[in-house]
């Protein structure tokens, strides 16, 4: 009868693979809870501006001002149907990773992100056509304040999609079973495009 040989690196892997799943089973990943937690962060400072812009709104006699030019809607509707549109694009590219259609994935991903782009284009555009500037008016500060502070807010997810698009150039980078990143995207997207339909409300049909 042979012998068994035992092997001691195989028995001390064995040993760091059970001592990193206990690991793992005692420090639960919140990442997903620390993400939620900094959008209600952000959702209580854009709170903050749309109630100083209703109040603003409420005090004076006329809103906006006598003289403040109105605001065109074709290109800020087309501009939120747009942001709308892309969060079910994104939404696509979660599921398809689930899938494990990491091929499908990358290609909602970048689609996303050329719907963020323009929305981006047409947000400039709208500014480099307006017929009142920053300091015009009362109105005219918060509609800056507000728009720019959203558009700031969408860079920065067109940003972390084109991240995250990068780094699943690596094969297996993301799976059925590790998609934290897109899934954590995804849900900063949709904060976004939520923020824009209330601004959209308050700014241009109110």
Same mark, same amino acid.
């Given at each position: ?29 919140? +990442? ?24 603003? +709104? ?8 006598a003289g403040t ?36 994935? +990358? ?42 502070f959203h558009g ?55």
């Open positions: 009868m042979q012998s068994q040989i035992i092997d001691p690196a195989k028995i001390e892997q064995n040993h760091h693979h059970a001592a990193t799943v206990d690991h793992h089973e005692a420090h639960p990943d919140h +990442r997903l809870f620390g993400l939620v937690v900094f959008l209600i962060a952000e959702g209580m400072i854009f709170l903050g501006m749309f109630g100083a812009y209703l109040a603003f +709104r409420s005090t004076l006699p006329v809103w906006p001002p030019p109105e605001l065109e809607l074709l290109l800020p509707g087309v501009n939120t149907v747009n942001l709308i549109a892309s969060s079910f694009v994104m939404h696509n590219a979660d599921t398809a990773i689930k899938k494990n259609d990491e091929k499908g994935m +990358r290609s909602w991903l970048a689609i996303t992100a050329a719907m963020g782009a323009v929305f981006l284009v047409g947000q400039v555009y709208e500014y480099t056509h307006l017929e009142f500037g920053l300091t015009t008016n009362l109105f005219a500060s918060t509609f800056y304040v507000l728009t720019g700031l807010h969408v860079t920065i997810g067109v940003l972390a999609i084109l991240a995250v698009l990068w780094r699943s150039g690596t094969p297996g980078h993301y799976s059925n079973q590790k998609h934290f990143g897109i899934q954590a995207t995804e849900l900063y997207w949709h904060f976004v495009d939520v923020i824009w339909i209330i601004l959209f409300g308050l700014l241009y049909l109110l």
